[in-house]
Structures are given as C-alpha cells and as structure tokens.
C-alpha cells in the first residue's frame, strides 16, 4: 500500500528504549562488564552501576534504596511478592485478595496458590473497571494476609484508589502489593504515602529495555525468595545480575519520572483529539473503562457488529500498530477478562480496540489513524450480518 504510515499506537504492550537510555546501558555490554560479584576493582565499576540505578528506582517511588530489587521484569515480580508473602506468612493466614481484572502474572500466581492450599477472593470491579471499597472491607477476615490490587488498568487504563486501599490494608495489619507495571511513568506515586508494601515494575512500559524490573519490598515485609543459588540483591534474589538492563531502567525510571505533569498534559491532548474524532465518525461505540481516572494515554473501545482481530489485520495493512481485547491470536476464542468483568456481552467485547499513544506519537499520527479508522470500520460493517440486520430493524 504506498504511501502509508507507519503509526506505532501499543505503548501499553512495550516502549521504544530511549536513545539516553542506549547511550547510557552500551559501556555496560562492551567495557565495563564485569561481574558485579567479583572483588576487584573492575568489577566493583558493575557493582556502583547497580547501586546508582537503586538509588535512582527508589527516588522515583519515595523508597529506600535498599528496598529495591532487580528483577526479570513485571511478571516474576509480580510471582515474588505473592508467592513469597503468601508462603512466608502462612502461619498468620491463607487468604489473599485480588480482583477480577489483573494482568495474568497476578491472576495465575494467584490460582497456583489457590492448589497449594490458599483461598482467593476476587472482586468484582464497576463498569468503569474500579474497585468497591466498601467490597474490599467485606472481603476481609482474619485469616487475610495479603491484598494485591493493580495500580492501573493494562487494558482498559482505570486507575484505582491506590492510596485508599493501602490505608484500609495498613489499618488491618495486611500486607498490600501493587502491580505498577502500567503505571510508572503516568502517575505520581510514593509508596510512603500510598501506604504500598510492596510493588511491582517494568523497564519496558516507559521507553527502557525488556527482561529487567523490579520490586519494591518495604522494609519489615515477611518474604520468601523467589529464585534460590547464589548471594545477588543482598541475597534475596539469585543470579547474576542482568546489568545492562539495570543500568537501562534506572536512566529510563529518571527520565520517566522527572516531568510526569507534562508528559500526561501532552500525551492527553493527542488522546482526547483521537477519541473525540473516533466518537464523532463512528457510530455505535463505547468508551471502556473510566471516563477521567485513566491512563493519559490509554483509549480503549468497542465497535458494535465487528471482530478485534479483523481490524487489527487491516490496521496493520495501513501501518497502525493497536490491539483488541479479542483473545484470539493467542489461542482462545474468549474475549478479554478484563471486558467482560466490567459488563461487556461476548460480542460487543470482541469489538474492542486499545489505542495507547506515548511519546513517539503526534498530531500527524492521529489524523491519520482518523482517516483510516472509521472506513475499516464500516467495510467490516458491511461484511456482519448482524450488522445488516440491525440496520433493518432501526429503519
């Protein structure tokens, strides 16, 4: 198709490493890679990298910098702090609350604890995606030992009342744990006043590199280890340290964190410009998740009468990068939880499209997805017999 674009749309999915970023992990890849474990002078070059992208990770949150753990990204972070507080404080309790809509990392942990003699409770959310305090307060007993509620909503952008939630968990005596993996970077967060125990991230949602994240483990937090060999992050998490990627998301935590009122007024315009203009050309859509308490950059809504993966297919072919919250590529026909745990029928949640802009996007982009969009849009239309019928009825 000449003349296309190539319009990048799924910051929500993965970042570009910021060229700061580059510049500052390629010594660590060339000259000075030593072992961060080893005595000698070289290596204790790798050990002050570490240590200076600590201190950075723990200034961005309010932390301590020995309160901060690398990681292999959101995923083991998020299985480290629930596995490790659920095993370590199982003499206290086996009862552990989540919700309906966490990423997978959460969910899954959660179900395998839920075999090794652990009960779950998962809440329900609103239609907007949040959460009901006064259900969380309900689903507390004595026997709670663990909360574990996500910071902001992957799919559909919801942020929840963070600070609300670690107060009632801080009142009860219950360890809180919050996947910030979407949040970094969009919101303003300290763990202090938010009264966050634990919280996980990930360098590759704000523009550093993949396989590296981390946990912040408040200090008093009873904790099993994760990874079990060698001595590594003060002996709680073995292996040797992937220290380019340390040294990535420490520069790219900084520079994520430095303007955050900016970089959301920016990112906010060219959302609210996309979704006005959707809403205006294309009839029969909603907007999923929260209308204000969401992500700057996240747009995700459903087309009536069409498939998410159709029209992932045909954006591509116009150079658009998005994603739906039809499940198929990945092997199920199953539309995504997170849009049916907010009230969405099978087939409106099929229809969905997430849009996440971030800073490689501009004005130009968003025109153009605005002159692509509501033609796929209709074309996939014409082909739905549900479509056909719907309009014959209205008329």
């Given at each position: 198709?000449?003349?296309?674009?190539f319009?990048?749309?799924?910051?929500?999915a993965t970042t570009?490493?910021?060229k700061?970023?580059?510049?500052e992990?390629?010594p660590y890849?060339?000259?000075?890679f030593?072992?961060?474990?080893s005595v000698?002078?070289?290596a204790?070059k790798?050990?002050r990298?570490?240590e200076?992208?600590r201190?950075k990770?723990?200034?961005a949150?309010n932390a301590l910098?020995?309160?901060?753990?690398?990681?292999g990204?959101?995923s083991?972070?998020?299985?480290?702090?629930i596995k490790?507080?659920?095993?370590?404080?199982?003499?206290k309790g086996n009862?552990i609350?989540?919700?309906?809509?966490?990423h997978?990392?959460?969910?899954?942990a959660c179900?395998y604890?839920e075999?090794?003699g652990?009960?779950v409770?998962?809440l329900?959310?609103d239609?907007?995606?949040?959460v009901?305090l006064d259900?969380l307060?309900r689903a507390i007993?004595d026997?709670t030992i663990?909360?574990?509620?996500?910071?902001?909503?992957n799919?559909?952008?919801?942020i929840?009342?963070?600070?609300?939630?670690?107060?009632?968990a801080?009142?009860?005596g219950i360890i809180?744990?919050t996947?910030?993996?979407?949040?970094?970077g969009?919101?303003?967060i300290?763990v202090?006043e938010m009264?966050i125990d634990?919280?996980s991230l990930a360098?590759?949602?704000?523009y550093?590199?993949?396989?590296?994240?981390?946990?912040y483990?408040?200090?008093?937090v009873?904790?099993?280890?994760?990874i079990?060999?060698?001595g590594?992050e003060?002996?709680?998490?073995a292996?040797?340290?992937?220290l380019?990627?340390?040294?990535?998301?420490?520069?790219a935590?900084?520079?994520?964190?430095e303007d955050?009122d900016g970089h959301?007024e920016?990112i906010?315009?060219?959302r609210?410009r996309l979704?006005?203009?959707i809403m205006e050309?294309?009839?029969y859509t909603?907007l999923n998740?929260?209308?204000?308490?969401r992500l700057?950059?996240?747009i995700?809504?459903?087309?009536r009468?069409?498939?998410?993966?159709?029209?992932?297919?045909?954006?591509?072919?116009f150079?658009?990068?998005?994603?739906?919250?039809s499940?198929?590529?990945?092997g199920?026909?199953d539309?995504?939880h997170?849009?049916?745990?907010?009230?969405?029928?099978?087939?409106?949640?099929?229809?969905?499209l997430?849009l996440s802009?971030?800073d490689?996007?501009?004005e130009e982009?968003?025109?153009?997805?605005?002159?692509v969009?509501?033609?796929?849009v209709?074309r996939l239309?014409?082909m739905s017999?549900?479509?056909?019928k719907?309009?014959?009825?209205?008329?």
């Amino acid at each position: 198709m000449e003349g296309k674009r190539f319009v990048y749309m799924d910051h929500a999915a993965t970042t570009y490493v910021k060229k700061e970023v580059l510049e500052e992990m390629l010594p660590y890849f060339t000259e000075n890679f030593g072992n961060p474990s080893s005595v000698y002078t070289f290596a204790r070059k790798s050990k002050r990298a570490i240590e200076d992208a600590r201190e950075k990770v723990a200034k961005a949150l309010n932390a301590l910098p020995d309160e901060i753990f690398f990681t292999g990204g959101g995923s083991e972070a998020d299985n480290w702090a629930i596995k490790g507080v659920a095993f370590a404080n199982k003499d206290k309790g086996n009862h552990i609350i989540t919700t309906k809509i966490e990423h997978h990392a959460v969910l899954h942990a959660c179900e395998y604890l839920e075999k090794h003699g652990f009960e779950v409770t998962y809440l329900d959310v609103d239609e907007y995606g949040m959460v009901d305090l006064d259900e969380l307060k309900r689903a507390i007993t004595d026997k709670t030992i663990l909360i574990t509620i996500m910071f902001a909503n992957n799919e559909i952008g919801t942020i929840q009342p963070i600070a609300e939630i670690g107060k009632i968990a801080r009142e009860k005596g219950i360890i809180f744990h919050t996947d910030a993996v979407q949040a970094i970077g969009n919101v303003k967060i300290d763990v202090k006043e938010m009264n966050i125990d634990l919280l996980s991230l990930a360098a590759h949602k704000f523009y550093g590199p993949k396989g590296v994240g981390a946990l912040y483990i408040r200090k008093g937090v009873k904790i099993d280890n994760l990874i079990h060999g060698g001595g590594q992050e003060r002996r709680r998490r073995a292996g040797t340290e992937n220290l380019p990627g340390i040294v990535g998301l420490g520069k790219a935590i900084e520079l994520a964190t430095e303007d955050i009122d900016g970089h959301n007024e920016k990112i906010r315009k060219l959302r609210d410009r996309l979704l006005n203009g959707i809403m205006e050309k294309i009839p029969y859509t909603k907007l999923n998740g929260h209308p204000e308490r969401r992500l700057p950059g996240n747009i995700n809504v459903s087309f009536r009468f069409i498939e998410g993966e159709s029209l992932l297919l045909l954006l591509d072919q116009f150079g658009i990068c998005a994603s739906t919250g039809s499940a198929c590529s990945s092997g199920s026909l199953d539309p995504s939880h997170v849009l049916l745990a907010i009230g969405l029928p099978h087939e409106i949640a099929h229809g969905s499209l997430r849009l996440s802009l971030g800073d490689m996007n501009t004005e130009e982009d968003v025109d153009y997805v605005l002159s692509v969009l509501p033609n796929i849009v209709q074309r996939l239309r014409e082909m739905s017999p549900l479509y056909e019928k719907f309009m014959k009825g209205e008329k």
